[in-house]
């Protein structure tokens, strides 16, 4: 615990602590009769509030309603133009949509009619082209063919002459070994 003068400290600090807050307390509140006195103020206001309300309608109130049914014929006439303007701009955006549609369609169908016809000719162009290709493969496939058959001959009359070379060299050099000897 505390000391026997620390505990006094503490105990006074703590009094003092308190009378200040209850002083607090006290300056803020308000007695029974000052209360009743604002009160009775407040309720006096209340009611020359509530008087110069009542007048304030009763002459204001006939002028606002001339005043409201004024305006409640003229948004009608406004809303009655703008109901016809909406008629025409609706009727006209109408016949817009529909020759915009017309066209958009003759377009496409244009369109169209182009494509079938480029690719009438695409099959006819590539028909023709396969045929082009397969009969010049064809001509090269021969041409390849006798080159074979004409590099063969080449082949066997080269092998032929060079046997009948190589054999008329040997009887000439038998020739001449059997001439020396």
């Given at each position: 615990?505390?000391?026997?003068?620390?505990?006094?400290?503490?105990?006074?600090?703590?009094?003092?602590?308190?009378?200040?807050?209850?002083?607090?307390?006290?300056k803020?509140?308000?007695?029974?009769a000052?209360?009743?006195?604002?009160?009775?103020?407040?309720?006096?206001?209340?009611?020359s509030?509530?008087?110069?309300?009542v007048?304030?309608?009763?002459?204001?109130?006939?002028?606002?309603?001339?005043?409201?049914?004024?305006?409640?014929?003229?948004?009608?006439?406004v809303?009655?133009?703008?109901?016809?303007?909406?008629?025409?701009?609706?009727?006209?955006?109408?016949?817009?949509?529909n020759?915009?549609?017309?066209?958009?369609?003759d377009?496409?169908?244009?369109?169209?009619?182009?494509?079938?016809?480029?690719?009438t000719?695409?099959?006819?162009?590539?028909?023709?082209?396969?045929?082009?290709?397969?009969?010049?493969?064809?001509?090269?496939?021969?041409?390849?063919?006798?080159?074979k058959?004409?590099?063969?001959?080449?082949k066997?009359?080269?092998?032929?002459?060079?046997?009948?070379?190589?054999?008329?060299?040997?009887?000439?050099?038998?020739?001449?070994?059997?001439?020396?000897?």
């Open positions: 615990g505390f000391g026997k003068e620390q505990a006094e400290t503490i105990v006074s600090a703590l009094i003092t602590l308190s009378n200040v807050s209850l002083d607090t307390v006290y803020d509140m308000v007695t029974q000052q209360q009743e006195i604002t009160l009775q103020q407040i309720m006096a206001h209340l009611d509030i509530r008087k110069d309300m007048i304030l309608e009763k002459s204001e109130f006939a002028n606002l309603r001339a005043e409201n049914e004024k305006m409640k014929i003229e948004l009608d006439q809303k009655q133009q703008l109901m016809n303007e909406t008629g025409k701009i609706r009727a006209d955006s109408k016949l817009d949509i020759l915009e549609r017309s066209r958009v369609t377009m496409f169908t244009d369109q169209e009619r182009k494509l079938m016809e480029a690719t000719e695409f099959h006819k162009k590539d028909s023709s082209t396969n045929s082009d290709i397969s009969e010049i493969s064809n001509k090269i496939d021969t041409e390849i063919a006798s080159l058959t004409l590099m063969e001959s080449n066997l009359d080269t092998i032929r002459y060079l046997a009948a070379s190589v054999f008329t060299c040997l009887a000439i050099a038998l020739g001449f070994y059997r001439f020396w000897k």
